[in-house]
């Protein structure tokens, strides 16, 4: 159920390579990746990350803004938007550099909801 959600991602955004869904303790739930997606894995960026959207999330805490809703982190040749979902869970999609940022947060932020019911 939750790999067919992450598979209409990407499938539906040019660019898509991957999506996730984990928790903050950096365990994966389900990925899904194009078979031709490059390197690096999904479920290893989700876990290096996990950690620093913690640390924004307690950043935010600090400061009194409200709780932390997405995180975008453009490197050179990847894009990874990531959505927390609950306290202990967040989703994500990585796109190469030229894909579609727009529709991937608009298909990010439906999917949340279904992602979320099947918790």
């Known amino acids: 159920m939750f790999r067919e959600h992450l598979q209409k991602m990407v499938e539906n955004v040019e660019g898509g390579q991957s999506a996730l869904l984990m928790g903050f303790d950096g365990i994966a739930v389900e990925s899904f990746s194009r078979e031709d997606a490059p390197d690096p894995d999904i479920q290893t960026v989700g876990m290096e ?31 990874i938007i990531i959505r927390a979902l609950t306290d202990e869970y967040f989703a994500a999609i990585t796109l190469s550099e030229h894909g579609n940022y727009g529709k991937a947060r608009f298909l990010l932020r439906v999917t949340a909801p279904r992602l979320l019911k099947d918790l």
């Open 49 to 79: 990350f996990s950690f620093i959207f913690g640390q924004i999330k307690k950043a935010a805490e600090i400061l009194e803004i409200g709780g932390i809703v997405e995180v975008t982190i453009q490197a050179e040749h990847l894009v």
